[in-house]
């Protein structure tokens, strides 16, 4: 990428972090006009979309940076985060997996691998991950979010409960973590309730 090219692609990132991503798409699109085979323009332009939800623009978008490099990792991994947004877990482990092997013990990665084999019933290889990116990165809260929900899941409710905490102490106003929080205390309480009255039909 030349040093014009450079400047316009940063320009497009620090768009995407301020949420202007239309402006950070034509960032991007002014880059292709001049040069159809940068693969980065193509993986921020799907990356954008995705932030969008507008799906079939980003894989759109995603497909062409995979023909230009096989073996990008961001463009598997964009892609393979798109079918787990739309609940295609068989392909997004496809891509995933594609994209870890590429760039190995990538939290982000391995985060959203996980979440997707926990889906596809690989419940505990998906745990493990999840387990392996929250140690690469113990503060990131969408690791530990995501590891929280497969404990609530799994019924693991003390686990669960000091992952919701750990999100909370990270950002105090993050009131997705503090629904779970409240959600494993009442799964736990109404778990106890049925055990305690299967216990009591069993004598």
Known sequence: MNEDFS??????????????HMD????????LMEDLSCVEAYE?????????????????ALVNAIKLDTRSANANYL??????????????????EFADRCEPNHPEILRCLGWSLYHNKQKN??????ERAATLSPDDSLILSDLGV???????????SALF????????EN????????AVRFFRHEYKKLKKSAEQAEL
């Open 150 to 160: 497969c404990y609530l899941n799994n019924k693991n409710f003390d686990k669960a």
């Open 125 to 130: 290889r998906g745990v493990i991950l999840l």
């Open 165 to 172: 905490q750990k999100v909370l102490t990270i950002e105090p």
């Open 44 to 60: 921020e332009i799907g990356d954008n979309y995705l932030s969008l939800r507008e799906y079939d623009k980003a894989k759109k």
């Open 79 to 96: 892609l393979g985060f798109l079918y787990s947004a739309i609940s295609d877990f068989a392909k997004s482990i496809k891509y995933l």
């Open 7 to 20: 400047y316009l692609f940063g320009e497009a990132q620090q768009m995407k972090e301020d949420g202007r």
């Open 24 to 31: 950070a798409v034509k960032t991007c699109e002014k880059i």
């Open 175 to 182: 009131t997705k973590a503090q629904e779970c929080l409240n």
